[in-house]
């Protein structure tokens, strides 16, 4: 009986690690953000975040590629410091908030590239249409726990994406055949999250 006990305690032992290798995060938004930037008539970037958004991320550091993000961001929460423009954003030209309120990205794969460095692939779905968007992923940190007790870690990710994939077609273009505002839209997202208490 005692050999059988030895035994259970052993595998128990060696399955404990493998058990608990993934552990859930939630994104903090006071401590992140949701940036963009277009070419404004091919001449400079306008910049704007999303003020608004949550997500959750499984990480395995046993494996990385068993991790998963879900992100959802609240449309118009868009804020590029000017508010006729972000009116005219939340309209049905650009985002149609009022029939689309919602974007989200999923995660598909994540997919080790060196050292601190992931590519993730996933699904962002944004005015109805998803399409297969990667995220240049740099981290995650090693956890630390802050001044209250919680335990954190951040991650930097970029992206590009063609905002006439997604249905972002309004367009209007110079005499000189310059488009008003440029279809390539470069994201940055700063994450830092918050480890779920079991």
Not at 51 to 77: A, M, W, Y
């Amino acid at each position: 009986m005692q050999t059988i006990f030895a035994i259970i305690l052993g595998i128990a032992f060696f399955l404990a690690p493998t058990l608990s290798a993934a552990t859930t995060w939630q994104i903090d938004p006071d401590h992140s953000s949701i940036q963009f930037k277009i070419k404004h008539l091919g001449l400079a970037y306008v910049r704007g975040i999303f003020e608004k958004f949550q997500g959750s991320i499984q990480l395995d550091d046993q494996d990385i590629s068993k991790s998963t993000v879900q992100i959802s961001i609240d449309v118009g929460s868009i804020n590029t410091a000017v508010p006729k423009r972000d009116e005219h954003l939340r309209s049905p030209d650009f985002f149609d908030v009022a029939a689309y309120p919602t974007m989200t990205f999923v995660a598909k794969k994540v997919t080790p590239r060196g050292k601190d460095n992931l590519q993730v692939f996933g699904e962002l779905t944004l005015r109805g249409i998803t399409k297969e968007v990667v995220l240049n992923v740099s981290g995650p940190t090693p956890a630390v726990q802050d001044p209250w007790g919680h335990i954190r870690r951040g991650a930097s990710a970029t992206a590009t994406i063609d905002r006439r994939d997604f249905g972002l077609t309004w367009h209007k273009t110079l005499d000189t055949g310059v488009p008003l505002v440029g279809h390539e839209v470069l994201i940055q997202l700063e994450i830092e999250m918050i480890q779920a208490k079991e």
